[in-house]
């Protein structure tokens, strides 16, 4: 038999109602699909019809690998979650870092396909070749770290890799993630919420085989001079960036019009604030030491602790732009301890930072408002900063209590529970609460709001626009010269497009998206994916085939949304981004409804979709493979 | 030559393991590998053992012969490794 080179070579299927476990070839779907999201989205499509409820145990819950995972490509540990999204209804994907994907793929798996439902708690253990569902019931009701310490200790192996729920997913919350790490989350599309519902604690993992390549000379020197290159560019060009990891994203922000002040009631926020919780005071009071995900030339986290004051003991990673923002300026709170209990308490709920944020900072709106009193709180003062009141939801959301249920069932659904005008106060699309801040950045906007997965801006959404890149750079690098002006509508829908294929691309493999152009133009672009892919697979491709395949992933996501009922008109921003920014360096700008829906036109144009529902036409699926 | 190891500054990220596995066996795994990264991910410590004895499925750290620079050392992102003497 031909030997499969990068890949594990195996799916693993369990099905949690009948305990029957399976595997089945990666290859069987790798020629079209090619690993990663790519494969998780084929088997969701094929498998999860419309109308299956997201805690229905005919959802599938997808882990997936990706191609070069667990070797020595930059950044090559991400772990794509694939499922029902819990919010919208359509695609839901979600995407952690951390050791875990590496380690599924050592213990001889690309992906693991969940089905069914338990009867009662359990957690699957994957021991190399070994499978096995085993008793969660004296985990059931914990956090995901005390379910870390738990299994390891109950397999009396402090090594081993486990992606877990905590008290949120058990509860079927709405914003609940899977946590790996303590503290690397699968954070959007509710996923931890579908993991509940299958009872399914936890999946831990032991990998101790290797993985081939089909060039390793050539391989190793590939990823060598890409490390090394990325490690020179990285500190010549951004050398903060370096030295910060995401931290500077929140104060830079406060001068493009990023920010997401009060639920977005202005982008930016009090400089006076912004300096109380920058960068150089996490890393002067906060910040103990950097840590990395598998395989990182990069690390971008800081292991925090806070020595002082009510929160002291408050200790924890993977703090990044999203906690910091989230907790920070969207809920007005200046205090850099409760920021960080904020973002630990999201972790060991295992709750999702930008949802969590987002349903509470409509609460204070709401509150702000009139539209609820102390009554409808549980006596809890949502006032703008008040952090305590903070820190009480989101422990209240996680266990369903007191007002804590309504929010769990996310923004968009509590508006219409609540009535009386409050759905203006959810920042949403399809469902998705927003971290993205979309006044000013116009491809960044457009690829949050045609996001296949709600919003999102780790796909489409370019970083370029605020990057001081040159046209000429833009040209040559995307066909596009305005791609470094962030005003400019022209241009953009391809931005998105090319942006959205590289990132299906990506994902695919299983790199970090920081490890690539999204970050820098500099750094991994689609021809040394194609060579990285070769020299790995011996299978012979070039970029522009890859980007086919992400492309076909985009539709494929696409014809799922269709399925479910979603299309053009729900690509379409919270209204208040149609207002000007209220102050600061970017006041008065705005996305203007006319040249959106015109970007928003070409878009479906460049998709070659139909314009008027904003979905895959059957000629161009056909075209695709896709039937 | 032999190699000095810093956890202080390490971060965790077993570039080094995967590197050193590799320099012995030309694939990618951890058991094969003459170093072995402790992760003690929630006290924020990490530990950088390096085996100079078989141990096990492990070989002996061989300073990478045949390399210009032990692989270890050549990868990781932080300089928590150094060839030294």
Redesign the interface.
């Known amino acids: 038999m031909h030997e499969v080179h990068a890949y594990a070579g195996k799916i693993l299927r369990v099905n949690l109602s009948n305990g029957r476990i399976s595997t089945e070839p990666t290859m069987k779907y790798a020629g079209k699909f090619l690993g990663g999201r790519g494969i998780n989205q084929w088997i969701l499509y094929n498998e999860v019809g419309p109308g299956i409820w997201p805690f229905d145990p005919a959802n599938r819950l997808i882990f997936g690998t990706g191609v070069l995972v667990g070797t020595l490509a930059p950044g090559a540990c991400r772990c794509t979650i694939d499922s029902k999204n819990v919010l919208t209804g359509g695609v839901g994907s979600s995407n952690m870092g951390g050791h875990f994907a590496p380690e599924l793929k050592y213990a001889g798996y690309d992906h693991v396909v969940i089905h069914g439902r338990s009867l009662k708690p359990v957690y699957l253990w994957i021991d190399n070749g070994k499978v096995e569902i085993r008793d969660a019931s004296d985990i059931w009701g914990k956090t995901t770290w005390e379910t870390d310490d738990l299994i390891r200790d109950e397999l009396e192996d402090h090594d081993i890799q486990v992606a877990s729920i905590g008290q949120a997913g058990e509860n079927l919350v709405r914003a609940a993630c899977i946590i790996t790490n303590g503290e690397r989350a699968a954070g959007r599309c509710g996923l931890g919420a579908v993991m509940g519902s299958k009872n399914l604690k936890a999946v831990a993992v032991r990998g101790d085989r290797e993985i081939t390549v089909a060039h390793p000379d050539e391989f190793f020197e590939l990823v060598s001079e890409l490390r090394s290159n990325m490690i020179r560019v990285a500190n010549e060009k951004t050398p903060d960036d370096v030295r910060c990891g995401t931290l500077l994203i929140l104060e830079r922000n406060n001068n493009t019009g990023g920010n997401t002040v009060r639920n977005f009631q202005d982008a930016y926020w009090d400089p006076e604030k912004v300096k109380k919780v920058c960068a150089e005071e996490i890393l002067k009071n906060y910040a103990l030491r950097k840590m990395g995900c598998f395989g990182c030339p990069l690390p971008c986290s800081f292991y925090l602790n806070v020595a002082q004051g009510e929160f002291a003991g408050t200790r924890g990673e993977g703090f990044k732009a999203d906690s910091h923002k989230d907790f920070g300026p969207k809920l007005d709170v200046d205090y850099l301890p409760a920021i960080i209990k904020a973002h630990v308490l999201c972790s060991q709920y295992g709750l999702d930072v930008d949802s969590t944020s987002g349903v509470i900072a409509w609460a204070f709106e709401c509150y702000e408002k009139g539209i609820f009193t102390k009554e409808d709180t549980d006596g809890l003062e949502l006032e703008w900063g008040n952090y305590h009141a903070v820190l009480e939801l989101i422990r209240k959301i996680a266990f369903r209590e007191g007002v804590g249920d309504l929010l769990a069932e996310g923004s968009k659904r509590a508006s219409k529970i609540v009535g009386r005008g409050s759905d203006r106060f959810s920042i949403n699309i399809k469902g998705h609460e927003l971290y993205e801040s979309i006044w000013t950045a116009k491809a960044w906007a457009l690829g949050c709001i045609v996001s296949t997965r709600g919003c999102d801006h780790l796909r489409g959404s370019p970083t370029c626009e605020n990057a001081g890149i040159t046209p000429e750079e833009g040209e040559r690098f995307f066909g596009v010269p305005t791609a470094g002006d962030r005003r400019a509508y022209e241009g953009k829908a391809k931005l998105v497009v090319y942006f959205e294929n590289f990132k299906g691309v990506v994902d695919c493999m299983n790199i970090c998206y920081y490890m690539t152009q999204w970050k820098n133009i500099y750094f991994i672009g689609p021809e040394e994916l194609a060579k990285l892919y070769t020299a790995a697979t011996g299978r012979e491709t070039t970029a522009a085939e890859l980007m086919k395949i992400g492309e076909r992933i985009q539709n494929l996501e696409r014809a799922f949304n269709a399925r479910e009922g979603l299309g053009r008109k729900d690509d379409m921003p919270p209204a208040r981004f149609f207002e000007p920014i209220k102050s600061g360096p970017a006041k008065g700008e705005r996305l203007e409804r006319e040249k959106f829906e015109r970007m928003l036109d070409e878009y479906y144009e460049l998709r070659g979709w139909d314009v008027r529902t904003g979905n895959p036409t059957q000629a161009k699926l056909r075209e695709l493979g896709i039937e | 030559m032999r190699i000095a190891s810093f956890s202080?500054k390490c971060?965790?990220?077993?570039?080094c393991e995967?590197?050193c596995?590799?320099h012995h066996?030309?694939?990618?795994?951890?058991?094969?590998s003459s170093l072995s990264v402790?992760?003690f991910?929630?006290e924020?410590r990490f530990e950088i053992v390096i085996y100079e004895k078989r141990e096990g499925e492990r070989p002996a750290c061989d300073l990478c012969g045949g390399e210009p620079m032990p692989l270890c050392v050549?990868?990781c992102?932080?300089g928590a490794l150094e060839a030294v003497g």
């Open positions: 202080e971060v965790g990220c077993r570039t995967v590197a596995a590799f066996r030309r694939t990618f795994g951890r058991k094969s402790r992760r991910e929630r924020g050549k990868l992102p932080v």
